[in-house]
């Protein structure tokens, strides 16, 4: 799994990997949806900015 090392923001989120996964509770369960919610968000916030890039660049 990941472990977020650092975060400036929901479109700066950088991950180390953690060599073992241990989920001891729900607390753990709902930690992961999270990461996975903001992973989701920033997945959907880059492809909008590179939509947004290829499109300026068509016109330029």
Same mark, same amino acid.
């Given at each position: 799994?990941? @472990?977020? &090392?650092?975060?400036?923001?929901? =479109?700066? &989120?950088? !991950?180390?990997?953690? %060599? @073992?996964?241990? &989920?001891? /509770?729900?607390?753990?369960?709902? +930690?992961?949806? +999270? @990461? &996975? *919610? $903001?992973? =989701? +968000?920033? =997945?959907? $916030?880059? =492809? $909008?900015? !590179?939509?947004? !890039? +290829?499109? !300026? /660049? *068509? %016109? *330029?």
């Amino acid at each position: 799994m990941f @472990k977020s &090392i650092h975060n400036n923001g929901s =479109s700066n &989120i950088v !991950f180390d990997m953690v %060599k @073992k996964d241990v &989920i001891g /509770c729900m607390d753990d369960v709902a +930690e992961y949806r +999270e @990461k &996975i *919610k $903001q992973l =989701s +968000e920033v =997945s959907l $916030q880059f =492809s $909008q900015l !590179f939509f947004h !890039f +290829e499109d !300026f /660049c *068509k %016109k *330029k």
